[in-house]
């Protein structure tokens, strides 16, 4: 009974410490952010699990813990990132961009000469032919050692290439010397003065070349700077507070298509659901007709849009569109004497894309559509029908107004699912037809969602800082929108009872 009684806590307390101790691995790793806020769950599920006051608060914490490390972490997070300059060529620290250069080595091209890897017993030595210097004998155990050379002839059992690459990593680590020479393997058949490319001059953190020209850390850009200003990368990530914005609304090479990408966004999302909806309510009201004879095969085959995967499907129609060689412009071509241009018209593309999409969402509308019709009591029909109310009158003023109330939350949902909708635009158009004159790349087809993944993952620089600072204004916009959205359908809700 006892073990019973406190197995709740043992249990709690195995918890706490398995979250404790990811914690510190994370801190460990410098994942700081994620880190702190798994302190926090952590510290807020101990204080919850072993207070009887709050008892009733460990069954909704795993939600909140789980909103808040999915949800508000990410959503934190990639709105600091868009006030850095993290991106392809920034995305180290401070101190191993230092590391980096500290670490090169230049080689002495005089000082180079041929070696030969010598057998000893169990142990080696490095005869070097130019200079009959023959080295003392080493093994693993003086990896990372100074060995002494000395005169000596032409040595026995010399080794192969297959030998010297099999030792390669202890070679590398040791140093030759002979006075005041030291030398060092510089490549699988050579030794050399290996001198430090980059030196530390300061506690700034300026470095000297070896050519003597000096390298100045900027912490405003994160890059090093040559005496004539030009930027080396790799770079480092530094806090540019809200440059990344300016760029946004400043940048004609940004801001224009951004502009365009916006109002193309809110046409798509709300055309998207508009049409799913108009396209799911007719098909259910067509499904709903008493006259109507196999019904079941025309409710299957209506369906199948939303049983099938919808990347296969995004993919098939990749294909039936193709501007060359797609089945529906051989139809076309065949009925009408016309082919679309697809994949390279702006227009076209836009259609395509609308076309596809409304495709794949209709089953979604048309079945809610069927459960919401149901619900409606047949004798308002009636009493329509003998008021001489026809089929149009009867939509507008029972149909509609009984069903558009609960489909609220479900428009508002479908157009934040379609304002964001990467996978359609990645895998039918990846965007295209690509706009010109601009400085990141973006096309006709792009949605913010699928421009901010071009510039983040696609593009050369992957500028991240760009694209967390797109992100943000992307949350904010379709939060803004749904609540707008909200609003709207509520009172249009309120205004057709």
Known sequence: MNLIKYAPSAI???????????????????????????????????????????????????????????????????????????????????????NYYTSQDLIDKE???????????????????????????????????????ELASQPQNVLGVRDVVKNRELLKSLTLYRGDLELQVSSLKSVAKVLPAYRLIDDTGRLQKADGSILTPDQDVGFYKTESGEELKPGWKVWVGTRNFDRMFHSNGIREPIGKIFVWTVIFALVSVLATFAVG??????????????????????????????????LVFRGLFNQNFGEINFIL?????????????????????????????????????????????????????????????QFFSITLPQILPPFVPMLISNFAFNFNNLVLIILLTKGGPDMMGTRVPAGDTDILASFTYRIAFTDSSQDFGLAGAISMLMFILVAVISYINLVAMRKMARGTK
């Not at 798994?38 to 919850?48: C, D, E, K, R």
């Not at 990410?74 to 230092?98: A, D």
């Open 12 to 98: 709690s307390a195995a918890v706490s410490l398995l979250l404790l101790y990811i914690s510190i691995t994370l801190f460990l790793q410098e994942q700081f952010g994620l880190a702190m806020m798994l302190v926090l769950l952590t510290a807020g599920f101990a204080i919850i699990f072993f207070s009887k006051r709050l008892y009733t608060a460990r069954f909704y914490y795993p939600a909140v813990a789980g909103l808040a490390l999915f949800t508000l972490f990410p959503v934190i997070y990639t709105s600091y990132i868009g006030y850095t300059n993290y991106g392809g060529s920034n995305l180290l620290t401070f101190e191993q961009v230092q």
């Open 333 to 393: 071509s065949a009925l009408f004497g016309i082919a679309p241009d697809w994949n390279t018209d702006p227009i076209m593309a836009k259609a395509m894309v609308l076309m596809v999409n409304i495709w794949l969402g209709y089953p979604y509308m048309m079945l809610l559509s069927m459960g919401f019709l149901q619900s409606i009591p047949e004798d308002h029909y009636k009493a329509a029908a003998i008021e001489g109310a026809g089929p149009i009158r």
């Open 111 to 149: 000082s180079e000469q041929a070696f030969e890897l010598v057998a000893d017993n169990d142990l080696y030595r490095l005869w070097l032919p130019k200079t009959a210097l023959l080295s003392a004998p080493f093994g693993e155990a003086d990896k990372g050692s100074k060995i002494e050379l």
């Open 281 to 314: 309510i007719l098909l259910a009201l067509v499904l709903q007709w008493r006259e109507l004879k196999g019904k079941k095969v025309y409710r299957i085959l209506l369906i199948l849009p939303y049983a099938v995967p919808g990347f296969i499907s995004i």
